[in-house]
């Protein structure tokens, strides 16, 4: 098992910047791709950015590229996603993720608690 313990967010203004931070602990040796989704109110988690912790390749959605950053670290098994230009419409709950490799060689999916990201116009 693999626990995600998620920090930073809270309340920024439009065209300000936040930081969020996640670490994974507990059986991370299989641990190899970590993300962040969000879910603003009433619809499904979404997509932000996934970082590939053995050679930093990342992904982004669309509506955060150039203004989200996301940085991992293999050996620490953290991500840190920097958001900067933030727009009212990021407002959201910020997940973090892990994905690790099971012994079935399937991937196992983790979620973190969840941080309230807050942007005012």
């Known amino acids: 098992q693999v626990q995600l313990v998620e920090s930073g967010g809270g309340l920024a203004q439009a065209g300000g910047s936040l930081r969020l931070s996640c670490v994974a602990s507990g059986q991370t040796s299989r641990t190899y791709s970590m993300a962040w989704f969000r879910q603003f109110p009433g619809k499904e988690r979404e997509f932000v950015a996934r970082?590939?912790?053995?050679?930093?390749?990342?992904v982004y959605e669309d509506s955060v590229k150039g203004r989200f950053t996301i940085s991992g670290d293999n050996t620490r098994k953290t991500v840190d996603l920097q958001m900067n230009s933030l727009k009212p419409e990021d407002t959201a709950v910020y997940y973090c993720n892990a994905v690790s490799l099971a012994i079935t060689n399937q991937p196992e999916y983790y979620w973190g608690q969840g941080t309230q990201v807050t942007v005012s116009s």
């Open positions: 970082v590939k912790l053995s050679d930093g390749v990342t």
